[in-house]
């Protein structure tokens, strides 16, 4: 705060100082003390002012009224304490003194200044303060040279660490705040701090402080209209409290401080209400712990110079690129935790919404528990999550993308891959178009690692879900007339690359359609370098020339596919079932001979393909092994053009069993 504050502990914590021997000098040396404390805001350009001084030495009792504070014209702050009273006033040791209690009432006082770009009066109101068992200075430092926001900041709490007190108490705070001074469109709003209270007070700590409750209205002008929100807050309570840590953010001496300073063991709330318009949120209740700061990274002077001065002027690309580096490096000077909020409900024309619970810790981000209203219905899902997620990646990767002149390149869009490590979706059942059908997900899970470059060289995605048939899409006629509505699909795919054999694998991948078919699929591949993994289309291309294939191996369980598409042939032909099933198998020997002669091998498998159609209910498995070395490029270009020449570089084994 500016130099009202400092003012305000001079006239507070000043006044009591003294000594207290004889009846008439010490009326004389309080004054006097006093008297020195206003001085010193004189000097440095201010006005200062009190009224009637006195001091009953039975009682140690002092009274100081009617006390005004401006400490300079240019910090445009006004002060004005109505009475203060300090009771048990004695001097602890050398240069210190204490109180057993100090009451001030009729507090006002009011800021108006300018951060950045930001433009603020305010105004503030405290009725009644109690400050219990007070040991402090009997003088205040001197006040700083500078008028910087920092440097007034770090003197406050400079002068906070060198107090101590058993308790302070405040029933009310009135704040009127205006941001923007038009009568016409005003903007800014009221805030009432109700039940504060400050619990053992020393050297910069706070062992606990709460309030009991906040209200807020603000206004707000928007084009063409202006806006309102208001808001109350509840049981807001603070514990564990260290200024250390802000003291090591604003000393330059301490700017390769790589520690961890923790500024807040735990911050809570309860109930907490927000109305704007016909929009009402509403969240039970938040919980921050082991709030900490790294004095290297979390500078306040170069968060607060790094603002724009004109913000009619929006930033250029260049501009926009370093302010998110530099946030990027500020935020990661912050440390947190766990962040828990609790049920929170929004309230909008169109329906209520609610989420459960959302949590951030150790890097893992989740939501839980939501019920969203949509057009088609409600949207619900039991679990949202991000793996190891980094918002100073996340800054610094959208950073990466600002670059004057030209679009994001490829690699740059890959870097999203870095700035987490997975993805997890559960329980998600949501409207199918305009149906009563729901789409739902048991579990979608997708996880990554072992980057090279920007791109993961090892991935793993499940997906476990269901989906209504729809009869407007001519691909699933099919499913409709063989009874099926409704699809279920089970997958599993892992896939990794190992550096020390250069091999890649899928291991293995696994689709399982529910009623219809469940599949498997192993596949290795060699040679695979790592230059392959490559953003360059060039590159890529290049490097995969060198891989090869090593083996494959396919797994297919009929779980009733083969008798749907028996029972769709014998409608198509009007035949009966048996009829359709002894046809295609048929087709399929037909093709016999003309596979054997481009490769015997082959022979084995076009008969465990007609035996798994002949058999309802079996499972079909083929293996490909290379006969020499098979250029993978290569293979896949021979494939669409000439299959059974490709199919002859394998050794082939096929078999079918229940």
Partial sequence: ?????????????????????????????????????????????????????????????????????????????????????????RQADEGQFSADTIEVSGIEFAIDSAVGPSQMKASYKIAQATIRDYTGAIRARALPASNAITDLYRFGI??????????????????????KADPVKPEGGELLYSGLAMKNLRHGKIEAS?????????????????????GELSNLTMSGFDAGGMLATLDPEKA???????????????????????VRL??????IDDIGVQPSKFRMTEMLAMLPQDPSAPPTPA?????????????????VGKIEIGKMSIGTPQGTGSINLVRYKDGDFAIEGVDLPSPQGQLKMERFALKSFSVTSLMRWAASLVTPGRAPAPDQMLGLFGVL?????????????????????DTLSLDWGQLVGSIPSKAHVVAKFATPTDASDPKQLPLIAAGIDRLAIDLDLGAAWTEASSSFALMPATLDIGGIAKAQLRVALGNVPREVFSADPAQLMGQAARIEAVALELSLRDNGGVDSVVAQNARGRNVSRDAARQTLVDSVRAQRAQIVAANPEAGAAVDAIAS??????????????????????????????????ALAQFRIEASTGL
């Fill in 319 to 335: 501009q926009a690129r370093d302010m998110m580096e530099k946030l990027a490096g500020f935020y990661e000077g912050l440390s």
């Fill in 612 to 645: 798994f159609v002949e058999t309802p209910g079996q499972t079909l498995v083929i293996k490909l092994m290379p006969r020499a070395k098979v250029p993978l490029m290569q293979l896949m270009q021979l494939i669409p053009i000439d299959p059974q020449s």
């Fill in 282 to 287: 509403q969240i039970d209740g938040l919980s």
């Fill in 421 to 441: 490590a997975g993805a997890e979706i559960k329980g998600v059942a949501a409207p199918y178009k305009n149906t009563r059908k729901l789409v739902t997900i």
């Fill in 1 to 89: 705060m500016k130099r009202v504050l400092i003012g305000l502990i001079a006239v507070i914590v000043l006044a009591a100082g003294g000594w207290f021997g004889f009846n008439l000098y010490v009326q004389h040396r309080v004054t006097a003390e006093i008297e020195a404390s206003f001085e010193q805001v004189r000097a440095s350009g201010g006005k200062a002012s009190h009224g009637k001084i006195g001091f009953d030495l039975p009682s140690r009792t002092l009274t100081i009224e009617d006390i005004a504070v401006d400490p300079s014209q240019q910090s445009q702050m006004q002060a004005r304490i109505a009475n203060v009273k300090a009771t048990g006033v």
């Fill in 158 to 179: 400079e002068q906070f660490s060198s107090l101590s007190a058993s308790s302070i108490e405040v029933p009310t705070i009135a704040v009127t705040v205006v941001t």
């Fill in 210 to 230: 709460k309030a009991d409750r906040l209200t807020f209205t603000f206004k707000t002008a928007q084009p063409g209209k202006s806006g309102q929100f208001a």
């Fill in 256 to 278: 390769k401080d790589d520690s961890i300073r923790q500024i807040y063991r735990q911050v809570s709330t309860g109930p907490y209400t927000v109305t704007s318009g016909d």
